[in-house]
């Protein structure tokens, strides 16, 4: 399993209220299969590779939420730097085992993020493949203070998107969207590994900060179809964007993700 360059996205898992019914739905949207983890935690995997994890909430107060976790070589640095630029720790480095370890934090407008420093386990055996992880964005309300955290605490190379129609998460023109490009690496779509966005007027007032996800799917509106028919919900019917044809869903316990199907070369 290869190394994940440094601040880039390198793993995702969601708390669920009931992990079976999770299973059951994950694995019919996206063909996962499932091998069970360390207490109350399994596996997700594509076509044999690790893509991501479903756990069982242990707190009823905790949210029922993807997770996305960032690469790190250094965790104790990476949480002082949390602390320095005005984010929250919310869990201290903790080891998981000979698989590495982590930490969670959440930037100055309140988005949950985790940290991974890697020892077994790296991180996905697969991305942007359907049924895997593509991308994954931060939502929030105030923008300066963001940029300048995720600059400061990941070291990103940041390009600006202000062209109409353009941003991966909503179908609202005239967007105001950011790029993120691992440390080292000339900014811009080509080496863009996430990105930031605004909580506008047109969303709900009471939604918090917070990171969407997206997965790679063959076939957008077939996912949309399925998740109903699942029994969750469509938060943003699909739509055409200059990356694809994407979706925002909820599954059937209330988890908020997108899909993302490739545009045909």
Same mark, same amino acid.
């Given at each position: ?7 880039? *996205? ?12 999770? &299973? ?32 069982? &909430? ?5 949210? /029922? ?56 386990? &790296? ?19 105030? &923008?300066?203070?963001?940029?300048? +955290? ?13 062209? #109409? ?23 811009? #779509? ?9 909580? /506008?007027?047109?969303? #709900?007032?009471?939604? *918090? ?6 997965? /790679? ?19 943003? #019917? ?18 908020? +993700? ?8």
């Amino acid at each position: 399993m290869a190394a994940f360059a440094q601040s880039a *996205p390198c793993w995702v898992d969601v708390q669920l209220p009931d992990l079976e019914a999770g &299973k059951r739905f994950y694995g019919e949207l996206f063909g996962w299969t499932f091998r069970a983890g360390d207490g109350p935690y399994a596996d997700a995997l594509s076509g044999g590779a690790l893509v991501a994890a479903l756990a069982a &909430k242990q707190d009823g107060r905790m949210p /029922t939420a993807w997770g996305v976790y960032f690469a790190t070589d250094d965790i104790t640095a990476s949480v002082a730097r949390i602390r320095e630029n005005g984010g929250q720790v919310i869990t201290d480095p903790v080891r998981a085992g000979r698989s590495g370890v982590l930490a969670q934090a959440a930037d100055p407008g309140g988005a949950v993020f985790g940290l991974w420093q890697a020892g077994e386990r &790296k991180g996905f055996q697969k991305q942007n493949e359907p049924g895997s992880f593509c991308w994954t964005e931060v939502y929030t309300r105030q &923008k300066d203070r963001v940029d300048a +955290f995720y600059e400061e605490v990941f070291g990103f190379r940041s390009a600006d998107i202000d062209e #109409p129609g353009v941003d991966p998460g909503t179908a609202e023109s005239g967007v105001d969207y950011r790029m993120w490009s691992p440390p080292g690496t000339e900014p811009g #779509p080509d080496t863009a590994v996430g990105g930031r966005s605004v909580i /506008t007027d047109g969303l #709900p007032a009471e939604m *918090p900060s917070h990171f969407l996800s997206y997965f /790679t799917v063959a076939d957008c509106d077939a996912s949309a179809e399925t998740v109903v028919r699942l029994g969750g919900r469509v938060s943003e #019917p699909p739509f055409d964007i200059p990356y694809g044809r994407m979706a925002v869903l909820q599954d059937d316990q209330g988890a908020v +993700f997108a899909v993302l199907q490739e545009p045909v070369s």
